[in-house]
């Protein structure tokens, strides 16, 4: 049976639909069938790609093609060691990759095992125990308090059945269900005649029928939307994609000019084709796909120690450039604790902790009787109860009452032992009340304004004393509180024959007297309210997607500052709007209410329409399509599902929202250190190029061999960027708005930066080679000095454009504390230092290499350009300012 239908239809219509008994249940031959027809209740997931297949799809790269290209070429000439090198590089950002998506997602997996109990199955008229993967629609099956509902269901009896449906609706409270039907656009969350596969029974009991198993229940939708759902690329993964096919065609066309304008100038095809070769090995920087992971690796440590575990290494930079957060309130933004914020009696509405002592929790000298006897009604008109470990033990609401009457100083114990419960009325959800009777005559009603109203004609005053009941005063308190976003529930007090020893339904239908009004709420973390207002100094918008009432939702939202008290849409209102008209109200409001899981789907993908860079945050089986679908998914570690965190990129371990707020900051500071690598490595890669193409052009040998400029891209260049990665935040961050989600990887100023750089690096390899060469006559001493001139003028780069900058500018040298900030740059100047001696001292290294030995005048020489190199990082730096927030 469709869901849409089941709620709206009569039991009786159901079970004659499904061709089931109410009393006999499907028989075994019949059921049988149906499983065969139906299969098993459990999710089915889908098949996963051969690990060869993940590995081979690593390649599927332009610039790792061409590489592998640039590798068969040198091994079709004669030159194995060439290609064995450029293999291993490709290999090796290949293996990089595949463990990165080896790590496969379980979150189907995860929502099977929702779905996983034994349950009580009435067949053939008989009551049996079966595994829940053998339930069919049209079975008939017992629900208790503390089992897991195994498929979707409709109530055809019920007693006092209360179930948790947060997982799928965000309801922080179990809700009371029942078995008359509903409206057909009635939203999930109030659909009191359903119980929805994975929610758990918190009370009562209950006869249900079998509507839906497996993939056809809701959470059986939530998988299929998962499975849907293809590995989306984040931004930065996405202009690495255009910046990747750009250098392509760049370094092609380069190359073929090396190539033909060597052949012009009378070279051999053999020796321009190692030219051409070399420009291409040279321009593709192979150092930066490990530059990047290294770089991304480094931000998840840090964002570890401030509590948010990142399980996709692209989340990281990701944050950095978040535009909106959409959130789910309940143990998001919220506590996920229901309390007491406001009492009302004998006509005083009252802020609970106004009436702490000092304004502490502790006893308290109530001079309102009327507000103590509300009080004690808390305490004695509810089954929930303090443990061993006092521990507050029972339903959110109640251990909320119960809370409040202890924080001035009232013990459940001894009103239970001056006023001994003799009997009691439970709660239902028809009836919305529960009634208790104390003592000899005591009768306590608790239960839904309306509901308790209807029964009083009488308040008690200040002084404990009946007295006329003032329905507009109580009114206006109800109202006062619901605006608020709180729960309201009323208390009355009655008198019972002392004789009599049940409590009976007559007893509390009239002449009760009014007590008063307790409002709870679940409160907003204190932290997320300035987490909240940080985002938006950031730049940063915060939606709330909760599937919580539109009042509660708008309350909350208000105390956060989330919306600024604009409009609130609820599902209904979503339900009837268009895909146009959708993305074009999610830009306008902030706060979403009553939302359905394929709503907040819908939600997520409307803002991505609009170019956002959305991140979802959420803890229930509900988020988990709406995680997968954001540019990152924050999930909560602590509090929320299996299937939400397998669905996300991050976990927040304290389940606090201001987390994000720590991990936006670092996702910054990871962009920001990104951008700073390319502004170096891409200088050095370009410098040794288009030297190559200068040598073409001159007619002069081969300024430096490819493996010459493979050494200088992996290893050197890797040496010095890798510091980069260590780059300390700095305040400014977080005051600044988001990266444009379109501006693209290499951005004008950073495009000019890199052209000034190149410029003055292809003078440098230059001059030094030829200089070298004329003067002391040897190939390969010419071509040393080129890359050692090349390495120490960036060395000087190196501290222009890290954070050691602005340490020299102040003269902070000397300060160990400045210094213990950005340690990397002085260690990353140390391994390069080293490792260039190897590189030109090392007799095994110049034979590999085909590098000279330089004595100590040669090496004076090659260090000339480091002087040079400060006005030009300076001339750098103003035409591409972006990254001066880090000095």
């Known amino acids: 049976m469709h869901q849409v239908q089941a709620h709206a239809l009569s039991s009786e219509a159901l079970i004659r639909s499904l061709g089931s008994d109410p009393d006999r249940g499907l028989s075994e031959p019949e059921a049988r069938a149906r499983l065969l027809s139906h299969g098993a209740n459990t999710l089915q997931a889908q098949s996963k790609k051969p690990a060869w297949l993940h590995f081979l799809q690593q390649f599927n790269s332009p610039l790792l093609i ?132 994975g929610t758990h029974v918190t009370a009562g009991e209950g ?3 079998v509507i839906a198993t497996g993939n056809d229940t809701e959470v059986g939708q939530i998988s299929s939307s998962l499975q849907q759902r293809s590995q989306l690329t984040t931004p930065l993964t996405r202009q690495f994609i255009r910046f990747s096919h750009t250098l392509l065609k760049a370094v092609l066309v380069l190359a073929a000019l090396t190539l033909m304008v060597g052949l012009g100038r009378g070279k051999g095809l053999e020796e321009m084709v190692d030219g051409a070769i070399a420009l291409a090995v040279g321009a593709i920087p192979e150092e930066l796909p490990a530059i990047v992971t290294i770089t991304l690796a480094i931000g998840v440590k840090r964002m570890a120690r ?27 933004l919220t506590q996920n604790r229901m309390t007491v914020k406001h009492l009302y009696a004998g006509g005083t509405l009252v802020a609970l902790e106004d009436l702490w002592p000092g304004n502490e929790r502790g006893s308290a000298d109530l001079q309102n009787l009327a507000l103590e006897e509300t009080l004690v009604a808390g305490l004695l008109c509810s089954n929930a109860r303090v443990d061993d470990g006092n521990t507050l033990v029972g339903d959110p609401t109640e251990t909320a009452l119960l809370a409040a009457a202890h924080s001035l100083g009232m013990d459940q114990g001894a009103a239970r032992n001056r006023y001994p419960r003799r009997d009691a009325i439970p709660f239902e959800s028809e009836q919305q009340f529960m009634a208790t009777l104390h003592g000899r005559e005591r009768i306590l009603l608790k239960g839904s304004v309306e509901a308790v109203l209807a029964r009083c004609s009488r308040q008690l005053n200040t002084e404990g004393q009946p007295e006329a009941l003032n329905r507009a005063a109580i009114d206006r308190a109800v109202s006062t509180m619901a605006m608020a976003g709180e729960r309201v529930l009323a208390f009355a007090i009655g008198k019972a024959d002392r004789s009599q020893r049940q409590l009976r339904h007559q007893d509390v239908m009239a002449n009760l007297d009014f007590i008063g009004l307790q409002g709870m709420q679940d409160p907003p973390r204190p ?15 915060v939606k709330l997607i909760t599937g919580d009432h539109r009042e509660t939702a708008a309350a909350i939202a208000r105390q956060i500052g989330i919306g600024s008290g604009g409009d609130t849409i609820d599902g209904r209102q979503l339900a009837a709007m268009d895909e146009a008209t959708i993305a074009r109200v999610v830009q306008r409001v902030d706060v979403f209410a009553r939302i359905a899981p394929a709503q907040k789907l819908a939600l997520v993908e409307a803002l991505q329409s609009h170019g956002e860079v959305v991140a979802m945050t959420g803890d229930g089986v509900n988020d988990a399509p709406a995680l997968r679908q954001a540019d990152i998914g924050i999930a909560m570690g602590a509090g929320g599902t299996e299937v939400a965190r397998d669905a996300a990129d991050m976990l927040l371990t304290d389940d606090n929202f201001a987390t994000i707020e720590a991990a936006v900051e670092e996702g910054r500071t990871v962009a920001l250190n990104l951008h700073k690598t390319l502004a ?25 061999t490819a493996l010459q400029v493979l050494w200088l891209n992996m290893i050197c260049s890797l040496t010095m960027s890798i510091a980069l990665a260590f780059e300390p935040s700095c305040a400014a961050l977080m005051k600044q708005p988001p990266r444009p989600p379109g501006q693209p990887l290499l951005s004008q100023g950073l495009i000019q930066r890199v052209l000034v750089v190149s410029a003055f690096n292809w003078t440098v390899v230059f001059g030094l080679f030829l200089w070298s060469e004329q003067h ?37 040298l000397l300060r160990w504390r400045q210094i213990a900030m950005a340690p990397a740059v002085p260690l990353g100047i140390l391994a390069t230092v080293a490792v260039q001696t190897l590189f030109s001292q090392s007799s095994w290294m110049n034979r590999f290499l085909g590098t000279s030995p330089l004595s100590f005048g040669s090496l004076m020489i090659c260090a000339l350009p480091m002087v040079l190199m400060v006005p030009v990082a300076t001339l750098a730096e103003r035409l591409d300012p972006s990254d001066g927030t880090a000095f």
């Open 66 to 197: 061409t590489l592998l290209a640039v590798a068969l070429i040198k091994m079709l000439l004669g030159e194995a060691t060439d290609a064995l090198v450029i293999s291993s590089v490709t290999l090796i950002n290949a293996v990089i990759g595949f463990v990165q998506e080896r790590r496969a997602e379980s979150a189907i997996a995860a929502l099977a095992q929702v779905l996983r109990s034994d349950v009580e199955v009435v067949r053939d008229g008989s009551l049996q125990n079966l595994p829940s993967d053998q339930l069919v629609p049209g079975d008939v099956i017992q629900l208790e308090a503390g089992q897991r509902v195994p498929a979707d269901l409709r109530l055809l009896t019920q007693r006092n059945l209360e179930v948790d449906e947060s997982m799928l609706t965000g309801e922080s409270l179990p809700v009371g269900k029942g078995t008359a039907a509903v409206a057909p656009d009635t939203p999930l969350a109030e659909r009191r005649p359903m119980a929805y596969a």
């Open 207 to 209: 006869c249900a029928l």
């Open 306 to 332: 401030r509590r948010a575990i990142i399980r996709k290494l692209p989340a990281v930079e990701t944050l950095g450039s978040t535009t909106v957060i959409c959130s789910d309130k309940t143990g998001t």
């Open 527 to 541: 932290e997320a309210i300035q987490a909240v207002a940080t985002c938006r100094a950031a730049g940063i918008r």
């Open 680 to 704: 170096f490595v891409l200088p050095v890669s370009g410098g040794a190029s288009m030297t190559i193409l200068l040598g073409a052009a001159l007619g002069t040998a081969l300024p430096v």
């Open 776 to 812: 002391l006559g040897d190939l390969a001493l010419a071509r040393t000095m080129a890359v050692q001139g090349l390495v120490l003028a960036h060395l000087v780069y190196l501290v222009c454009i890290s954070h050691w900058r602005g340490l020299l500018g102040r003269w902070q």
